[in-house]
Structure formats: structure tokens, C-alpha cells
């Protein structure tokens, strides 16, 4: 599905159009560049959801962190508008990319037989997740980021991994990831 990213539309101009009424007379602008708010909002939504869906899988088993993981990956990704370009962590072989949303939540919940090397992410005990970013670039209706993310369980152990994301600003205003690459820091 194409996206469409209007900067200005112009109804029409006064005389551009000897039909048009006084009301047509006029630019509309509409803003849809990315704000550095919206990025840093998305990237704690992110965050906060994925220590939701963790907290749901303790309380609730796997069923409560399957319906929080999908209205999560609907909210926050934009697969409904076409293929994510999604790299997880912990993903290699033919499964390393994730460009549908069923192999997004296949890695943050587990349990999905066409990807049987996902153990579910998200159902690790979380108790902290904190972005330090590296750069954010904001690029009209678009933004990358470039940082780590550091992840702390339940018993205090830490993972921090290296990701990049791009967020899109969509028409309707929201803002969604449409790049997501993470991997674990180089170590020699």
C-alpha cells in the first residue's frame, strides 16, 4: 500500500478556478513532520508495552500477553499499512527478518510453530526498560533513531542491545515504527 505524506494541499487559489466558491478559496496546510516529542514518546510506549506484555504473561499466562503483544504490534508498528522492516535480536536464518506482523509476535510471545526458534522475547520477567539514544534525526513525516536499549529482569540481571528504529508520522497523526533493527553489541 503506498503512503501518502501531504505537506500542503491546495484547494485552489482566488481566480485559479472561475467555479470555485469563496470557500474553496484557500490553502490548506496540513503538518505531518515528526516531532522530537512524538519520537521520544514512541520509543517509552514502546518500552512501557513491552513490560506490560511481561507483566501480563506472570499474571495472566500466555493468552494475557498474546492479546496485549498484538494490540502492541497494531499499535505500534506499521504493518497494516504494508511490510515492517523488522530485524530482531534473537532471530538468524531464514528467520531473521520479520517484514509480516505473525513473525513480530511470534518473537516477542514464542509459541508459533512457523517459528519455532522464538522462546517469546517479551516474556522474560522485565522490570526496566530505558532508551539511551546515540542520534535521532527527524526527516518531515519521519525519524530514525540510533542508540541502545537497556533491558533489567526481574533478578537484576542486565541485556543491552544496540537498536535502530525509524518511526513514520501517518496521516491520521499516529506514530509508527516502520524500521526496527536490534542486535547485541560486538564483543571480541
Not at 470557500?23 to 514518546?41: H, T, Y
Not at 504490534?73 to 528467520?95: C, E, M, N, R, W
Request: net charge positive; proline share 5%.
Amino acid at each position: 500500500m503506498k503512503r501518502i505524506f501531504p505537506l500542503a494541499l491546495v484547494v485552489c487559489t482566488a481566480g485559479a478556478f472561475p467555479n470555485a466558491t469563496k470557500a474553496q478559496e484557500k490553502v490548506e496546510i496540513f503538518d505531518s513532520n515528526i516531532s522530537m516529542a512524538q519520537v521520544l514518546a514512541a520509543q517509552k510506549g514502546w518500552c512501557d508495552a513491552l513490560i506490560t506484555i511481561s507483566q501480563d504473561y506472570r499474571t495472566g499466562g500466555l493468552a494475557k500477553a498474546k492479546a496485549t503483544a498484538t494490540k502492541v504490534i497494531d499499535q505500534a508498528y506499521a504493518y497494516q499499512y504494508g511490510p515492517v522492516a523488522f530485524k530482531p535480536t534473537l532471530a538468524s536464518g531464514s528467520q531473521t527478518f520479520r517484514t509480516a506482523k505473525e513473525g513480530a509476535l511470534a518473537y516477542f510471545v514464542g509459541n508459533d510453530p512457523k517459528f519455532p526458534n522464538d522462546k517469546g522475547f517479551a516474556l522474560t520477567p522485565w522490570r526496566t526498560c530505558t532508551i539511551k539514544n546515540q542520534v535521532i534525526q527527524l526527516n518531515g513525516s519521519s525519524a530514525t533513531t540510533m542508540g541502545n536499549v537497556v533491558f533489567t529482569e526481574m533478578n537484576g540481571a542486565v541485556t543491552t542491545v544496540d537498536k535502530t528504529w525509524t518511526f513514520v508520522r501517518e496521516p491520521d497523526g499516529s506514530v509508527r515504527i516502520v524500521l526496527h533493527h536490534s542486535s547485541l553489541p560486538f564483543s571480541k
